[in-house]
């Protein structure tokens, strides 16, 4: 079955820097991978959608990569604030279907500290 | 607000209750996902509806688990004789059909249940 891992469980760094998540997957070939935002007690919120024959995709300060031969995915939040604390999700979608259903990662806690 | 609702918020029960939840998607969505959230991981897949049909149940979705989105339009999932091992936060989703976002799940605040 596949396999999906997102870098360290926390990611704690100082405003103003990039941080960078990492999703990692095995035995599976999505064709488009997603990130999500959860605040504590809420449900996850859509940020960025890449699909297997894009390798780069922005918004605003955000910048997502995928690159299947290594079956990976980087999120980049540049200059970052203490607002984008939070736990971000990966999320793969299958091939081919209509169906829709997505695979999550256990999500990656960011913190940005002023 | 136009996006998915859900209620309740929070449920707390004894074990071997009934429990049912209502999930109301973004209007004219026609497609419906339910997940289940435990703590410190991520959603896990149970079911999907397109229109009324249920389309694909999860392993996850034991006989005690129903779901039903009789007109289309809002869900609800029904848990029957509780178990502790399914304290967890229900989320619902939905996509539209067509255009840019299909392949985009937008996401309800989710019902936290607790079972006793």
């Known amino acids: 079955s596949q396999k999906i891992e997102q870098n360290s469980e926390a990611l704690n760094i100082q405003e103003g820097k990039t941080a960078t998540l990492t999703c990692n997957y095995t035995n599976y070939s999505p064709a488009y991978l997603q990130w999500y935002r959860q605040d504590p007690g809420r449900g996850p919120v859509f940020l960025l959608l890449?699909?297997?024959?894009?390798k780069e995709k922005r918004k605003e300060r955000l910048k997502v990569t995928f690159d299947t031969t290594l079956k990976q995915s980087l999120f980049h939040i540049t200059a970052s604030q203490p607002a984008d604390s939070a736990t971000y999700l990966c999320a793969l979608g299958d091939r081919g279907s209509t169906l829709g259903r997505l695979y999550f990662g256990r999500g990656t806690q960011l913190t940005v500290w002023p | 607000d136009t996006g998915v609702s859900q209620d309740p918020r929070h449920k707390i029960t004894k074990r071997g209750q009934n429990v049912t939840f209502r999930c109301d998607p973004i209007s004219e969505h026609n497609r419906l996902y339910w997940y289940r959230q435990t703590l410190g991981q991520g959603p896990e897949f149970l079911t999907y509806f397109q229109n009324e049909a249920q389309l694909e149940k999860s392993r996850l979705l034991s006989d005690r688990f129903s779901a039903e989105r009789p007109k289309g339009s809002f869900s609800t999932l029904e848990i029957q004789r509780t178990e502790q091992g399914d304290s967890a936060m229900y989320l619902c989703?939905?996509?539209?059909?067509?255009?840019?976002?299909?392949?985009?799940?937008?996401f309800g605040p989710g019902t936290r249940l607790t079972v006793l």
């Open positions: 989703a939905s996509s539209p059909k067509a255009g840019a976002h299909t392949d985009t799940q937008y």
């Open positions: 890449i699909r297997e024959n894009e």
